[in-house]
């Protein structure tokens, strides 16, 4: 099954120890986009400068196509995490009613209702097996 990872970059070594164990099961990562951060690439633009960055249109087109193209993502969040860019990820594939799991924490709000909350590897499985076809 493919599966799309949304994170944020602080959480890169437990998205890498997921992807592996996913890996290990026969499902796939679509889109990788923890290889390279931009934010740190590019950091010494303004905000202006950072927006109008070709690259920064190709990471977003690269990102939503690779939503589109997976079965379900998983927001892999350890510990509660406050707004990143991995929530705008979540949104999108509710928008395209992809199923969403949260492995791990998340914050109390109403929006992450349809969310399927995973607190173990032991949940992830069980969740996985629901979706696959």
Request: proline share 3%; net charge neutral; glycine share 4%.
């Amino acid at each position: 099954m493919k599966v799309y990872l949304a994170s944020s970059f602080r959480y890169i070594n437990e998205v890498k120890e997921l992807q592996s164990y996913l890996y290990s099961k026969g499902h796939i990562v679509s889109c990788e986009w923890w290889k390279t951060d931009y934010k740190l690439e590019l950091k010494t633009q303004t905000i202006a400068e950072w927006f109008a960055s070709p690259i920064i249109k190709v990471i977003y087109r690269r990102s939503l196509d690779a939503i589109r193209e997976s079965r379900l993502l998983i927001f892999v969040t350890p510990e509660a995490t406050k707004f990143n860019g991995a929530n705008v990820e979540v949104g999108i594939a509710l928008a395209l009613d992809k199923p969403v799991i949260a492995f791990g924490q998340l914050e109390k709000s109403g929006m992450y209702e349809p969310v399927i909350r995973c607190a173990t590897i032991l949940d992830l499985e069980l969740a996985l097996k629901e979706f696959e076809i």
